[in-house]
Nanobody
Framework: HVQLVESGGGSVQAGGSLRLSCAAS????????MGWFRQAPGKEREGVAN???????SYADSVKGRFTISKDDAKNTLYLQMNSLKPEDTAMYYC??????????????????WGQGTQVTVS
């Protein structure tokens, strides 16, 4: 099992930047696909970005060129750098992890571990 704790959310004006962090603890020896998701009020949860153990990344079209996912394996921490923020980026952001595919992130992956979320508000 792995525990995930997000931080770094807050309120920012449109065009601004935030960096979210997700600290992992517990079974950090396994190889995990790591991802960021978000859910706005009244909307379904959507995938934002994910990163594989070898560093391969993928992004939702809505954030490409503005958001960057990265990880620091030594610190067991996942990051999401968010630039050029828009009001439509307002949501609760969640960190997720799953070891089912040995650190790969196939499109059909269902994440098994989730953080509690951190709120991002863009006005």
């Amino acid at each position: 099992h792995v525990q995930l704790v997000e931080s770094g959310g807050g309120s920012v004006q449109a065009g601004g930047s935030l960096r979210l962090s997700c600290a992992a603890s517990g079974d950090t020896r396994s190889r995990y696909c790591m991802g960021w998701f978000r859910q706005a009020p009244g909307k379904e949860r959507e995938g934002v970005a994910n990163i594989e153990t070898d560093g391969g990344t993928s992004y939702a079209d809505s954030v490409k060129g503005r958001f960057t996912i990265s990880k620091d394996d030594a610190k067991n921490t996942l990051y999401l750098q968010m630039n050029s923020l828009k009001p439509e980026d307002t949501a609760m952001y969640y960190c997720a992890a799953d070891p089912s595919y040995g650190g790969r992130c196939p499109p059909h992956l269902i994440f098994g571990y989730w953080g509690q979320g951190t709120q991002v508000t863009v006005s």
